[in-house]
């Protein structure tokens, strides 16, 4: 079997043990200044600890989506969260699934205080609309923006951007890990991720990975600085073949919208991956990514709530 997990079934709903998520973001920096998962900076903007940042989650759901969809799981698996509230270390996390089609499942992850840490969908090909898309679709218009004023839809990467991912190099200065430090540290392990123990014959990196592989390199939108930031939803799919490790890809970017809301300004990227030896589409990563406003020392006074 590809996990160990023990799962419960009750009908059409699937859930997982209860398991407690590692911090390994409390390094981070980008522009030079430490990021909101460091326990001080997380705490100038009211936060009651750091965040672990939120694809830590998804490996909760593997166990759940493979018992559903099997290998299929990952060659066209898709998962599409909103986060709600976030989980210091310490804290423990249940997932659940409950299945709304063949292909399809809404999906909770829970707190050990009942609060509810994101929604969204799994699914295999044929997807339907997933949850970021229906959020994407439905999203206000953000109004006069001060922070992500620069960006426009439409707004591509300057030039294709190679990236690999490898078991023992560090992930760089976003991403200070690498995969083996990840592996240790996985809420929901399987051989499949450092062996050729899989379909495959070699390893695959972790549904929680793509988006640090689609995000660890290139050069960064123009958000203006210094300012802090976070995850608000995140979508990863994989377009009919695993991501191998080793193996370098093309990334390709996109902003494909921007939202407000009362604490933050926000910008969704689409990011392609692209197998570079045989040209294949092997990924999308969905990001929608939020700034405190509060964290920018030139933010409007009376523009703030």
Not at 34 to 43: C, N, R, W
Not at 123 to 131: D, I, M
Not at 188 to 212: A, C, F, H, K, Q
Request: proline fraction near 6%.
């Amino acid at each position: 079997m590809t996990f160990s997990t023990t799962i419960e079934t009750t009908g059409s709903v699937l859930t997982g043990p209860m398991r407690s998520p590692v911090q390994m973001l409390a390094e981070q920096s980008y522009d030079d200044h430490l990021s909101v998962h460091d326990e001080a900076t997380a705490g100038s903007l009211g936060l009651s600890g750091a965040p672990i940042e939120g694809p830590t989650h998804f490996s909760q759901f593997d166990p759940l989506a493979v018992q559903l969809w099997g290998d299929e799981w990952f060659r066209t698996g898709c998962i599409s969260s909103h986060f709600s509230t976030m989980v210091v270390e310490g804290q423990r996390v249940q997932a659940s699934a409950t299945t709304t089609s063949p292909s399809t499942a809404s999906i909770t992850a829970t707190r050990d205080d009942d609060a509810t840490v994101l929604t969204g969908t799994i699914s295999v090909a044929p997807h339907g609309t997933t949850a970021l898309e229906e959020r994407l679709a439905n999203r206000r218009h953000p109004g006069e923006l001060f922070i992500v004023d620069q960006l426009f839809e439409g707004l591509v990467s300057a030039a294709p951007i190679d990236t690999s991912m490898d078991l023992d190099t560090s992930n760089g200065a976003l991403y200070p890990f690498s995969l083996n430090r990840k592996l240790t540290g996985i809420t929901e392990r399987s051989p499949w991720y450092d062996t050729s123990d899989n379909p495959w014959g070699r390893p695959i990196v972790p549904m929680e990975m793509l988006s640090v592989l689609a995000n660890k390199v290139g050069e960064r939108w123009p958000v203006r600085q210094p300012s802090l930031g976070l995850f608000l939803d995140l979508e990863v799919r994989l377009e009919g073949t695993p991501v191998f490790v080793d193996e370098t890809y093309i990334v390709e970017r996109e902003i494909v919208g921007l939202s407000a809301s009362r604490r933050v300004e926000s910008y969704w990227t689409r990011s392609t991956l692209t197998e570079k030896s045989s040209g294949r589409h092997a990924a999308t990563v969905l990001l929608h990514s939020g700034v405190f406003k509060d964290s920018y020392a030139e933010y409007p006074k009376e523009k703030l709530a």
